[in-house]
């Protein structure tokens, strides 16, 4: 169960899009651009919004096009109003002892008009809003209330959203009920989607509830010489392992191995060997609390020269002998005990 919950505004609780679409489109024809419709806009519109305005507008400096965004989102006659089924998630919350939070990159201002207008100020711990990049606040935010991230989600409509609960290492919610369609938001990746507040609520409330089983895809790699290659990555608590990641939907096993080992190590495969699937759940040695299925390689490294990502801060070519003395991860442990009985890597000596 999630202990504390992030929220968007806009598009998660709230039904701002009449007036933003006004607003836009005013800001559109100050400058000679033709209006977008509903529909049009829902596809074309992300945050950081800076992002949006510079591809439609190009070289307008963001303070001006404010400007001209809050006057007429101000004088828009257009209704905000209350999402369905957001009222009584909250109130779910409260009566359930769940911390609320609002994260939300909306002018402060006309933020806390709608926040108290429409009755909303007294689910909120505290509320954030104005920021324009949420992933530079999400971790200044659980700091300061003290917020663990294996206990909580961030809620949202939009790709940043799930970029930003990424970011924190929360868990990431999406909902289909503002400005972003269901099928960028699904290219994000999200570890749980619901239509809506609603359904949400339903699943939290469901005993023992938690999201599904991750499956992932990791191998032990070898140079075809007698070593293997160990990272060391904060995830595990700084402990030794291999690299591998998470498989995104549609993809086959392998084609996300040879993905996952290229994005964190640069190098490419040749001849991975299934060796076995290990459930890993909730484990002490993982950042944060999780349910990993792990489906787990031996692979001969093909070409390449190791080049880590930021998912990891070091890397040794050792021997079988070597990588049994070093602080591995349990999961890394099993599989190399495993591969050594089974003859797919040389006996330490």
């Known amino acids: 169960m999630f202990r504390n919950l992030i929220f968007d505004w806009s598009g998660t609780l709230v039904d701002d899009l009449p007036p933003v679409l006004e607003a836009t489109n005013h800001v559109l024809g100050v400058y000679g ?22 591809e ?24 905000v109003t209350i999402l369905p ?6 109130e779910w919350c409260r009566d359930h002892g769940i911390r609320a939070f609002v994260l939300t990159s909306m002018d402060s201002e006309a933020f806390r008009r709608q926040l108290h207008d429409l ?27 003290r917020l663990d991230p294996a206990e909580s989600a961030f809620i949202g409509d939009m790709t940043h959203d799930i970029d930003t609960a990424r970011h924190g290492n929360l868990t990431s919610i999406a909902v289909l009920t503002g400005y972003t369609h269901a099928g960028p938001l699904a290219v994000s990746r999200p570890d749980l989607t619901v239509p809506d507040l609603e359904v949400l609520r339903r699943l939290m409330g469901r005993p023992g509830w938690r999201p599904m089983p991750v499956a992932t895809v990791g191998a032990l790699l070898h140079d075809g010489c007698g070593r293997l290659l160990m990272v060391k990555t ?16 549609g993809e086959s096993s ?13 190098l490419e495969l040749r001849d991975p060997r299934f060796v076995l699937v290990q459930d890993c759940v909730d484990s002490d040695e993982f950042h944060r609390r999780e349910h990993f299925l792990l489906l787990n390689y031996v692979a001969r490294v093909a070409t390449g020269e190791v080049v880590l990502n930021d998912e990891a801060q070091e890397f040794r070519w050792v021997t079988p002998a070597q990588a049994m003395g070093m602080d591995l991860n349990r999961p890394t442990r099993t599989l190399l005990v495993e591969a050594l009985n089974q003859g797919l890597i040389e006996h330490p000596v």
């Not at 190009?58 to 006659?77: M, N």
């Not at 089924?85 to 909250?90: C, F, Q, S, V």
């Open 234 to 249: 904060h995830k595990w608590g700084h402990r030794w392992g291999i690299p591998g990641g998470k498989i995104k939907r």
């Open 254 to 266: 392998l084609d996300a191995l040879r993905r996952e080992i290229r994005e964190e190590t640069g």
């Open 85 to 90: 089924h957001a009222r009584e998630k909250l």
């Open 119 to 145: 009755g909303l100020a007294d689910f909120f711990e505290a509320t954030y809003s104005g920021v324009l990049d949420k992933r530079e606040r999400i971790l200044g935010l659980l700091e300061a209330h």
């Open 33 to 54: 651009k033709p209006p977008l419709d509903r529909e049009a806009f829902r596809l074309s519109f992300r945050l950081p919004y800076a992002e949006f305005y510079e």
């Open 56 to 79: 439609v507008l190009p070289g307008v400096p963001l303070e001006e096009l404010e400007v001209h965004f809050r006057k007429a989102f101000s004088a828009s006659q257009a209704p």
